[in-house]
C-alpha cells in the first residue's frame, strides 16, 4: 500500500456542472487559484464540452486563461470529443481527461455514443494531441455499474482498457458515476487492473451517493491505487446520470489519510479554509463532514462539573 | 473475514437519546416492535439511567414491558450503574451492556467516574446479574480517542479490556464515541484484541462524525470482528461529549454488506421502510444515505433521447 497518495481536485469540473446557479468566472478562477495552493497534484479546472450541454462550465477557456498556474499542480480539461481537445490544447490543459461510458445506454445519453464509438473517436483526438506536452487520461464512466444497464461486467471494463491501452493512453480513472460500487468490487478490479497494467496511472473517481465514498478509497489504496478524485466539499454529480450525487468529499479523504499516515501532499488547514468558502460560492450547504466537526485531533475544553472537581 | 456479520441496532437508544423532543413511549415501542422484524441480532432498547441525565429515556422500563419480543433478538440495555442494572434485570432485559471510558475526562463528564473507578464498580453488577440468564456487554467509550484528552493509547484499552475479562465479562464493545476513529487505527486495534481473545464477543461501536464510519467498519471487518452497532438512519450522539454526531447508519452499513455479498441477517427492504418513518418519529431529515438513493441496483428509465434512436 502506497504511503504518499495524489489527490486530483475535480470540484471546478465535477462540482460545478451540476449547480442549479452559474458561479461566475471570477469566482472559478479564484477557487481554483485557492485550490492550487492546498498541494493537490491536479486540478480538473474545466470541461470542454458543448455550452448547451453543460452551461455551467461555457465559460471554460476564459477560466483557462485566467488561473495562475502552479507549477507542481497540473491543470486537467475533459474533453468530450474533437471539438473540446482542440479548445482544451489552445488553453494550454496539461492534461486531456478524454471521457467515455462503459455502459451503452449511459454512453448514449452522456455522449451520445457507445463505448464503441467513443473508442472509435479517440485516435482522432489523440492525433490532434500528438507532439504537445499533454498527458491523455482517460475517464470510464459508470465502471462499476449504470443506473440504465445496471451490473457492468469488470470484463466490459478490461476489454476498454485493453484497448485504450493498445492506443498508448497511460492514464485511466474508472468512474463509479453513480456510487454503485461496493468495496468488495473496487478491490477485486482496481487488483485485476493494476495487476495486469502495473505501469497504468490508474485513478479512482468515486461519489459518496449511499455512503460507501471512503470505503471505497480505502478499498482501493489497499489494491494498491494511489491517485484519488475527489469534490472539494463534497460537489458534484452527472447531470446526464440519474441519481447521481456528490463526489468523496477532498477534505474529508485527505483527513483520512492523513490520519492513517499516508501522505496527501495536501495542507489541510489550508483545504478546510478554501472549504469553507463552498457556501457562499455555490448557495447551499454541502456534504462534507470535517470542515463542520473539525479534524479528529480537535479538542473540546473540558465541562464545569468536571473542572470544579 | 466473516461471510455473515451481526448488527446491534441502537436508534432506540444512542439515537433517542440525543434528539431535541421526547419521543413517546407508543412510539418507541412501535419503533422496536418494527426493528424487531427485520432481522438484526439486537436491539440496544433503552438506557437505565437517570431520568434528569437522559430524559428523553426516563420511560425506560415502559419501553422494556410495553414492547413484543422476537425470539431472534435480543434486546439490551445499557446500564452505567448498580440502580440502573437493577431496573435492567427487573425489565428482564437479555444483556446488560455496562458503559465505561477508556479515557478520564469523558468518564468523569459521562459518568462520574475514571475508567478504574468504574472498573471497580462492575464487579457489583456482576453480582446482580449472577444465576441470570443474562449476557453481560462492556462498551468501552472514546476507545479511540477522546474529545477532551486527545489519544488513548491502544495499551490504556488493552489494559481494560485485560481486567474486564478477568472479571469473567466474555462482550465488549470499542466505542468510537465522537468519530475520531481512522481505519488504520482500528485495524491495528481490532486485530490486537481479537489476537489476544479470540473467544471475545468483540463488536465495533463508531460514529460517522468525520465520515469514516463505513471506511472504519470495513476496516474491523477485514481485522475479524463481525459485530457492529449502528443506528437507523444515522442518528445518535452522546449529550456528554461534544462534537458526538450520529452512528453510523444501519441500512447504508446493510447495504454495503449485502453488496459485498457479506450477509447481515437483515431484511434489506424492511429496514428501509422503518427508516422512511424516521423523519416523522424525530421531526427532522436525517443522515442516512441509501434511503434517499435507493440500492445500487436502482434502475432509472431511459431518458427519451437515449428511447427515440
Same mark, same amino acid.
Given at each position: 500500500?502506497?504511503?504518499? @497518495?495524489? @489527490? ?13 446557479? /452559474? ?15 492546498? %498541494? ?7 470541461? /470542454? ?75 482522432? @483526438? ?9 498527458? @491523455? ?6 465502471? /462499476? ?78 489494491? %494498491? ?7 472539494? %466539499? ?22 483520512? /489519510? ?52
Amino acid at each position: 500500500m502506497h504511503q504518499r @497518495i495524489y @489527490i486530483q481536485e475535480v470540484a471546478p469540473r465535477d462540482g460545478l456542472q451540476i449547480e442549479a446557479r /452559474f458561479v461566475s468566472t471570477a469566482d472559478k478562477i479564484a477557487l481554483i487559484d485557492a485550490l492550487s495552493r492546498t %498541494g493537490v497534484a491536479k486540478i480538473e479546472a474545466t470541461s /470542454f464540452t458543448s455550452p448547451k450541454a453543460i452551461p455551467n462550465l461555457a465559460d471554460a477557456g476564459e477560466v483557462m486563461a485566467g488561473m495562475t498556474r502552479h507549477k507542481h499542480v497540473d491543470y486537467v480539461a475533459l474533453v468530450p470529443n474533437e471539438r473540446g481537445a482542440e479548445r482544451a490544447l489552445a488553453a494550454g490543459a496539461d492534461e486531456l481527461n478524454l471521457v467515455m461510458s462503459a455502459s451503452d445506454s449511459h454512453g448514449l445519453a452522456n455522449l451520445r455514443m457507445t463505448p464503441w464509438q467513443s473508442l472509435e473517436r479517440f485516435p482522432a @483526438i489523440l492525433d490532434l494531441a500528438r507532439g504537445r506536452n499533454v498527458f @491523455i487520461n482517460a475517464s470510464i464512466s459508470t465502471a /462499476f455499474g449504470c443506473p440504465f444497464d445496471g451490473e457492468v461486467p469488470a470484463s466490459r471494463v478490461i476489454d476498454i482498457i485493453e484497448r485504450l491501452t493498445a492506443m498508448g493512453i497511460r492514464g485511466i480513472s474508472l468512474c463509479d458515476t453513480t456510487g454503485m460500487a461496493n468495496p468488495a468490487q473496487v478491490r477485486t478490479l482496481c487488483k485485476e487492473v493494476l495487476g495486469r497494467w502495473p505501469e497504468l496511472m490508474l485513478t479512482l473517481h468515486v461519489h459518496n451517493t449511499r455512503g460507501m465514498g471512503l470505503a471505497n478509497v480505502l478499498a482501493a489504496w489497499q489494491a %494498491g491505487v494511489s491517485r484519488f478524485d475527489a469534490a472539494l %466539499g463534497g460537489l458534484g454529480g452527472c447531470p446526464f446520470a440519474p441519481g447521481a450525487s456528490g463526489n468523496v468529499c477532498t477534505e474529508d479523504l485527505v483527513h483520512m /489519510f492523513e490520519e492513517m499516515g499516508v501522505d496527501t501532499g495536501v495542507d489541510l488547514d489550508a483545504l478546510l479554509a478554501v472549504s469553507r468558502t463552498l457556501p457562499d460560492l455555490v448557495g447551499h450547504d454541502v456534504p462534507g463532514q470535517v470542515v463542520k466537526a473539525g479534524r479528529s485531533s480537535r479538542r473540546y475544553p473540558l465541562p464545569e462539573s468536571v473542572r470544579a472537581r
